[in-house]
């Protein structure tokens, strides 16, 4: 049951936020075509949840917590546009072991709460625009990112686009601060 004035369900997912640093060094790499993802909602999408109740979410936010994911370092070498759905991306040719653990252990956790298991392979990428025009696939200078905390985001679809709200952040052994 949600709390008095909060939604009864909210578009939820579990992502990696990168920071201001690796956001400079990604933006360099933005098409000039098709529609622009805004810097500030650039992430790496780790299980997307749907419309969750309260009470789901509480139960996913005591899994995070009682997670115990270590921190990674991710590579961004790879650039491209899938043909299909105009999505023009970032992503890393070798997926960290870590990150891999970490996605699985939150998508069984979702799974555990009724939320649909994704049936494609789980492919971390950085979408950078929509409705882009396909492009063939390159190698990239890499951008290393510090991978030290994942976190909750809310995300509301309204006429001019995704708007994101972090809700809630979870460090990674061996990273930064609890934020």
């Known amino acids: ?24 060094r990604v933006a360099e790499h933005c098409p000039r075509h098709g529609r622009l993802v805004p810097p500030q909602n650039w992430h790496v999408t780790l299980v997307f949840l749907g419309g969750v109740t309260a009470r789901v979410r509480a139960a996913l936010e005591q899994a995070a917590d009682a997670a115990d994911p270590e921190a990674f370092s991710l590579s961004l070498d790879r ?70 905390e994942f976190c909750l985001v809310r995300s509301e679809l309204l006429p001019q686009g995704a708007r994101y709200a972090v809700l809630r952040r979870w460090p990674l052994r061996g990273g930064g601060q609890p934020g």
């Not at 049951?1 to 400079?24: H, I, K, Y």
């Not at 970490?102 to 649909?116: D, N, T």
Request: proline fraction near 10%; hydrophobic fraction near 45%; glycine fraction near 6%.
């Open 1 to 24: 049951m949600a709390q008095q004035g909060e939604p009864d369900s909210a578009r939820l997912f579990f992502a990696l936020w990168p920071d201001a640093g690796v956001r400079r």
């Open 79 to 148: 650039r491209g546009c899938w043909r299909r759905s105009g999505i023009f991306w970032l992503a890393a040719s070798a997926v960290p072991s870590a990150l891999q653990r970490l996605q699985l252990q939150l998508a069984e956790a979702a799974a555990e709460m009724g939320v649909p298991r994704e049936t494609r392979p789980y492919l971390p990428h950085l979408t950078l625009a929509r409705k882009a025009r396909p492009e063939p696939e390159t190698i990239i200078d890499p951008i290393q990112w510090r991978v030290d």
